[in-house]
C-alpha cells in the first residue's frame, strides 16, 4: 500500500540536501522560555554564538548573525562592499549560482558569468584567465559557491583565491559556504576569504532562518565606501551592537539557542572528523550510483560534492516522477533538478546528522524505489556501499591497533 495512503509509519527519510534533519539536542536546546534579548542572560547567549560561530568559519574576525535564510546573507555580502554599476564576476556552476547572479543584476551590479555545462565547479584557471583581460582592473568582486547544492559539484576556494593572486587582480573574493559550511574544510581566514555567505540548516543542523557573513578587514574596508541601498543588511549598527552581545533588531532567540548547541556538537566530534563523516558518505554513494551503473552528474571527481550527490537517470525516465513514488512508496524526500536538466536527475544530500546506517537506509531505499520505477539498473548498490564504509573503518582502526 502506498505510503501516504494511510499513517506514514517510522521516521521520514529527509535526504534533500538542506534543510537537514534536526538533533533532538537543537530541538530541546531551543525548547526553552524566550528571555528579555536586551537583558544581561541575552548578552550571554548572543556574545557564545557571536564566538562559537567563528570556530566554524575559521576566522578570528567577526561574523555577523542574520535572521534570514542564506538568500538574504547573499545580498548582504553584495550590498555591504559593493557599488551600483559594478562589475562581478561569477561562475555558472548551476541554479544557485544563477539565482545569485540574477539578485546582483536586480539590485544594480553588472554580473560577467563563466558558463559550464553545470557538471564542474569553478575552475581557478578560467577565473584567473578572465580577470587578466581585465587590465584596468575594474571588476570589484569574484562570486562563487563552494558548493554547488544544485549539482553537487565543490569549488577549490584556496585555489581560486591563489589564481586572484596570480592575476594581480584586487577584485574581493565573496563565496557561499551554504551547503558546505560545517560538512567540509572551510577556512576563511586562511584562504584569504572576503565575505563568506553561510547558512544555519545544513551542516549547523539547525531549521532554516538564520545566516551568515564572515567578513575579512578588506571587505570592512569596502563597505565603508560601498553605496548600494541598505538598512536591515547593513552591517555597521550590527556590529556595534554586536560588541556587547546584542542585536539591533529582536533576535530569533530560540534559534540562538540552537546555535550554541549544533556548534558544541560540531566541537564535540571534532571538526576533521565531522569532514570524514561527509567524506566518507559522499564516496559511498557514489560507489552504489556507480554500481547500479548509473551517472554522476558531476562529471569530474575533482569537484565531488562531500554532501550531495546528483543522480542522473538514463533516457526517457522522469526523475520527478521517480522522487514521487519514492516518496509515496517509502517515505523518503530527495532533491530536485534544475534548468536544462529539469526533470533529468535528483540528488541525494548526505549532510548534518546523518550517520552510515541512515546513508545505508536512505541508499537501500533508494535501490528499492529504482525497481519498482523500473529504472534500469544493476544490484549490488547498497552493498558496495556498505562494502566501502566498512574499509573506511577497517583502515583507521587498524592503524590504531598497530
Ligand atoms: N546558496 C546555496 C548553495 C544553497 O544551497 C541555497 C539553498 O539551498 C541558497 C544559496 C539559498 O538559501 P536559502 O534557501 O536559505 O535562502
Not at 551590479?109 to 555545462?117: N, S, V
Not at 539557542?257 to 571538526?271: K, S
Amino acid at each position: 500500500m502506498a505510503q501516504n495512503s494511510a499513517r506514514p509509519v517510522g521516521r521520514h527519510f529527509l535526504q534533500i540536501p538542506g534543510p537537514t534533519p534536526l538533533p533532538d539536542r537543537v530541538l530541546r536546546a531551543m525548547d526553552t522560555p524566550i528571555i528579555d534579548h536586551r537583558g544581561p542572560e541575552f548578552a550571554k547567549l548572543g556574545k557564545k554564538c557571536l564566538d562559537g560561530i567563528k570556530t566554524i568559519f575559521k576566522t578570528t574576525n567577526p561574523v555577523i548573525i542574520y535572521t534570514a535564510t542564506g538568500t538574504g546573507a547573499w545580498e548582504a555580502a553584495l550590498v555591504n562592499t559593493l557599488n551600483a554599476g559594478d562589475r562581478v564576476l561569477m561562475v555558472e556552476t548551476g541554479q544557485f549560482a544563477t539565482l545569485w547572479k540574477r539578485m546582483a543584476e536586480s539590485i544594480g551590479l553588472k554580473p560577467e558569468f563563466i558558463k559550464t555545462d553545470w557538471r564542474i565547479g569553478a575552475d581557478p584557471a578560467a577565473i584567473e584567465d578572465h580577470l587578466r583581460k581585465d587590465t584596468r582592473k575594474e571588476i570589484k568582486a569574484v562570486c562563487v559557491l563552494h558548493n554547488e547544492t544544485s549539482t553537487g559539484c565543490l569549488s577549490p576556494i584556496a585555489d581560486i583565491r591563489k589564481a586572484i593572486d596570480a592575476a594581480g587582480h584586487p577584485a574581493l573574493l565573496l563565496v557561499d559556504t551554504i551547503s558546505s559550511l560545517a560538512s567540509t574544510d572551510y577556512r576563511h581566514d586562511e584562504w584569504g576569504v572576503d565575505v563568506t555567505v553561510g547558512g544555519a540548516q545544513k551542516g549547523l543542523m539547525l531549521p532554516p532562518g538564520m545566516s551568515f557573513n564572515a567578513v575579512s578587514d578588506k571587505a570592512l574596508a569596502a563597505s565603508k565606501t560601498s553605496k548600494l541601498p541598505k538598512s536591515f543588511w547593513s552591517w555597521d549598527d550590527m556590529l556595534n551592537m554586536n560588541k556587547q552581545g546584542f542585536f539591533p533588531y529582536t533576535p530569533a532567540t530560540q534559534m540562538l539557542h540552537g546555535l550554541v548547541a549544533g556548534v558544541d556538537m560540531l566541537h564535540e566530534e571534532g571538526l576533521d572528523n565531522v569532514f570524514a563523516r561527509h567524506d566518507r558518505l559522499a564516496e559511498a554513494t557514489r560507489r552504489a550510483v556507480r554500481a547500479w551503473g548509473l551517472e554522476i552528474m558531476c562529471k569530474d571527481p575533482k569537484y565531488y560534492s562531500p554532501t550531495i550527490t546528483a543522480v542522473m537517470l538514463p533516457e526517457g525516465h522522469n526523475a520527478d516522477a521517480f522522487r514521487a513514488l519514492a516518496l509515496d512508496t517509502f517515505n523518503i524526500a530527495y532533491g530536485a533538478s534544475f534548468g536544462a536538466y529539469s526533470g533529468k536527475y535528483f540528488r541525494i544530500g548526505h549532510l548534518g546528522d546523518i550517520n552510515d546506517g541512515t546513508l545505508i537506509g536512505a541508499l537501500g531505499i533508494t535501490e528499492m524505489a529504482l525497481a519498482l520505477a523500473g529504472i534500469p539498473h544493476k544490484k549490488g548498490g547498497v552493498q558496495a556501499a556498505m562494502d566501502y564504509i566498512v574499509s573506511a573503518h577497517a583502515g583507521p582502526k587498524r592503524a590504531a591497533a598497530e
